[in-house]
């Protein structure tokens, strides 16, 4: 099988992803695969909590395999380290959105696959001109 073939279905979209797997996308959610980075392969998943990091300007796919369902134990938008997303200025490491960690929760929990958006325009700019990225940890529940 080719990675990043797409097969359609009646109500779904299969996309043979980066890991090897199928993962089927609702239909409303196939507006977004023009666009679409590869969902998630866990990113960096230590004692069932994944952790992924979002450069600004991108979007990426959290997925849980069914039946399980994503649980978001916190999403940080700012900059909190100089070496991470080094793609821009990084000038301070204490900015963090205060509204990241609830919009990341109600858009995202409990659903088995959501796209999240590193982008000020949805969190707000807590450091003008510095390089932002979002911060996602989550488990699968």
């Avoid at 070496?83 to 821009?88: A, F, L, T, V």
């Avoid at 949805?122 to 450091?127: A, E, N, Q, V």
């Amino acid at each position: 099988m080719m990675r990043g073939l797409f097969y359609i279905c009646f109500f779904c979209i299969s996309v043979a992803d980066n890991c090897g797997k199928t993962v089927s996308i609702q239909e409303d959610i196939l507006h977004s695969l023009v666009s679409m980075q590869r969902p998630s392969c866990g990113g960096n998943t230590k004692f069932g909590l994944t952790s992924v990091i979002v450069c600004h300007g991108i979007s990426v796919y959290l997925r849980c395999t069914y039946p399980f369902k994503i649980n978001i134990k916190a999403a940080v938008y700012g900059r909190l380290d100089k070496s991470i997303c080094p793609e821009g200025p990084a000038g301070t490491t204490s900015c963090k959105s205060k509204t990241s960690d609830a919009k990341i929760k109600a858009q995202c929990n409990g659903k088995e696959i959501c796209r999240v958006n590193a982008d000020a325009r949805l969190y707000g700019d807590p450091c003008f001109g510095i390089y932002k990225y979002l911060d996602v940890k989550y488990t699968c529940f």
